[in-house]
């Protein structure tokens, strides 16, 4: 297959295209490291690269004219600067419409978007059901809703994951790698009296696996495992994994007013449309996580919110 993903230099989308290079696919991969770095692009035959943003219109049309991809994979995000709402724009609105339009007009068969929980803004139910209403209220949640309704208007053979966060090789974003981080260098940490839901790498790619196939089910479908942890139990795990002993127990702050208290979303339509099961638990996920922080190092990390920047 010849498969384009955006965002390749990230964590999803470089732990994806290993996989699909690994089974033989053709891949193209499009990023501007926003937040993605060069080395995490496999260097592997069959892949060709290209620095760039999705933004550029011009250039998106002749990447899909020319490469003809059969599969699209989105996982470019802009998300660091909740303030930079004009680059969340170009991205997430303007960079998704770019895509959508030129796999249109070379009609791919599938187009796979990854959607942040946040289009739910402060869920009024848990767990968050399909038919919640879209209420986002931050830059990335706002600008990542534009963009998957252009794609659910669009006519395109398309799956949105609607998804908890996923943790994995090159996770840098939000509480884990924070800790790991802060923790290794002696810093001092606090914790929001707030819970999420963590699926392990290999359980989302065990679904994107079938997600991708243009046969499968269409629409919008969420990514979770059905239950929820304290960032404070993250914070524990991380520590004993590090084996660092405290001699206070970690501060516990409210949450900020840009913070979601608990997004907890329902998975039971993907379980039963595509059979599948996430079987990793968290303790056992987390520690392979924090092994590959040791092989690999935290250099930088990031987040959407402001008080954690
Ligand atoms: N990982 C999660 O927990 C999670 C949860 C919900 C949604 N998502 C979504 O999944 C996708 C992948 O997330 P991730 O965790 O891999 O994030 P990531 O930051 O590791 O990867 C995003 C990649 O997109 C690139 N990028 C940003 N703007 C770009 C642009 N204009 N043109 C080209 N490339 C651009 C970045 O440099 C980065 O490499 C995103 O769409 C994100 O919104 C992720």
């Known amino acids: 297959m010849r498969v384009l993903i955006t965002g390749i230099a990230g964590s999803l989308g470089s732990n994806i295209a290993e996989r699909l290079l690994a089974r033989g696919d053709e891949v193209l991969g499009i990023d501007n490291f926003s937040t993605g770095s060069a080395d995490a692009v496999p260097e592997r035959a069959g892949l060709k690269f290209i620095q760039g943003t999705i933004a550029d219109r011009d250039s998106v049309k002749t990447q899909f004219d020319t490469f003809r991809p059969d599969l699209v994979v989105h996982s470019a995000a802009s998300y660091k600067d909740p303030d930079d709402w004009q680059e969340d724009i170009a991205t997430n609105v303007q960079g998704t419409a770019n895509l959508v339009h030129a796999a249109l007009a070379t009609s791919v068969k599938r187009f796979v978007n990854f959607q942040t929980a946040l289009c739910y803004g ?3 139910e848990k767990p968050v059901s399909l038919s919640h209403p879209l209420m986002p209220f931050t830059s990335y949640g706002i600008s990542k809703t534009a963009g998957e309704l252009y794609l659910m208007a669009s006519g395109l053979n398309y799956v ?3 998804m908890a966060s996923v943790y994995g090789p090159r996770h840098y974003v939000g509480p884990i790698p924070t800790f790991y981080k802060r923790l290794k260098a002696g810093q001092k940490c606090f914790v929001t009296d707030t819970r999420r839901d963590y699926v392990a ?7 994107f696996d079938r997600v991708a196939d243009d046969r499968a089910p269409t629409g919008v479908y969420h990514l979770s495992t059905g239950a929820d942890v304290s960032i404070k139990e993250i914070f524990d795990a991380v520590a004993a994994n590090l084996n660092i002993k405290l001699d206070a127990p ?3 702050r409210p949450s900020d007013p840009d913070d979601v208290a608990s997004i907890l979303l329902d998975p039971s339509k993907t379980k039963s449309d595509f059979g599948w099961q996430p ?4 303790d056992d996920g987390l520690r392979d996580l924090i092994r590959w922080y040791d092989d690999h190092g935290v250099e930088q990390t ?8």
Request: charged letters at 30%.
């Open 302 to 309: 990031f987040s959407h919110l402001r008080g954690q920047r």
């Open 160 to 162: 949105s994951l609607r």
């Open 250 to 252: 970690v501060e516990v």
């Open 279 to 282: 079987k990793t638990s968290f």
């Open 122 to 124: 402060k869920p009024l």
């Open 201 to 207: 790498m290999p359980d989302f790619l065990d679904l």
